[in-house]
T-cell receptor, first 112, second 114 residues
Framework: KQEVTQIPAALSVPEGENLVLNCSFT??????LQWFRQDPGKGLTSLLL?????REQTSGRLNASLDKSSGRSTLYIAASQPGDSATYLC???????????FGQGTTLQVKP | KAGVTQTPRYLIKTRGQQVTLSCSPI?????VSWYQQTPGQGLQFLFE???????NKGNFPGRFSGRQFSNSRSEMNVSTLELGDSALYLC?????????????FGQGTRLTVV
């Protein structure tokens, strides 16, 4: 049974800092992993998808890494901005279905 | 390409009533999954439909049910509503290609049970 843990649960930083959000999962037999962003009361926005055969994936100021064997993924946010304030969720995909298992997320606040 | 559309966005119901939520997936996506999000439990998987068949089911009581139509649109039904069913219900459509499954979420339906 896949279990996902995200650390830290909450983070408050001044604008401009570089950040690392951590995600660990118990079942390393995954096909891919997605990072999502959620603004309060809204749906999830897909940020990055990293395939199990990849080590890294980049989009703008975001970089996700994946170490499948150890069950870890990190999301690196460079030069954080107040607009980055949101909850970030990771979701490994373990089967050939659409079922995703989520952790509790990391709630990020970037102060101007 | 239109995204995932959920209707209605907000809903207020009374205990004991039933409710139906709707989800229209991205065109061409055959998989639709439903999730319940509450402050205490986080995001929990309810069920997944693929080509009109339930493919996966989470650990929820039988009051929660769903279906998928031939055009891939999906509905979720909750009968005999309880206060604890108050939550944000999210729908995701996904597609699989080259061994990769990517999910896209709608904006959710906020259900309040009073």
């Amino acid at each position: 049974k896949q279990e996902v843990t995200q650390i830290p649960a909450a983070l408050s930083v001044p604008e401009g800092e570089n950040l690392v959000l951590n995600c660990s999962f118990t079942d390393s037999a995954i096909y891919n992993l997605q990072w999502f962003r959620q603004d309060p009361g809204k749906g999830l926005t897909s940020l990055l998808l990293i395939q199990s055969s990849q080590r890294e994936q980049t989009s703008g100021r975001l970089n996700a890494s994946l170490d499948k064997s150890s069950g870890r993924s990190t999301l690196y946010i460079a030069a954080s901005q107040p607009g980055d304030s949101a909850t970030y969720l990771c979701a490994p995909c373990s089967g050939n279905t659409g079922k995703l298992i989520f952790g509790q997320g990391t709630t990020l606040q970037v102060k101007p | 390409k239109a995204g995932v559309t959920q209707t209605p966005r907000y809903l207020i119901k009374t205990r004991g009533q039933q409710v139906t939520l709707s989800c229209s997936p991205i065109s061409g996506h055959r998989s639709v999954s439903w999730y319940q999000q509450t402050p205490g439990q986080g995001l929990q998987f309810l069920f997944e439909y693929f080509s009109e068949t339930q493919r996966n089911k989470g650990n929820f009581p039988g009051r929660f049910s769903g279906r998928q139509f031939s055009n891939s649109r999906s509905e979720m039904n909750v009968s005999t509503l309880e206060l604890g069913d108050s939550a944000l219900y999210l729908c995701a459509s996904s597609y699989r290609t080259g061994g990769i499954t990517e999910a896209f979420f709608g904006q959710g339906t906020r259900l309040t049970v009073v």
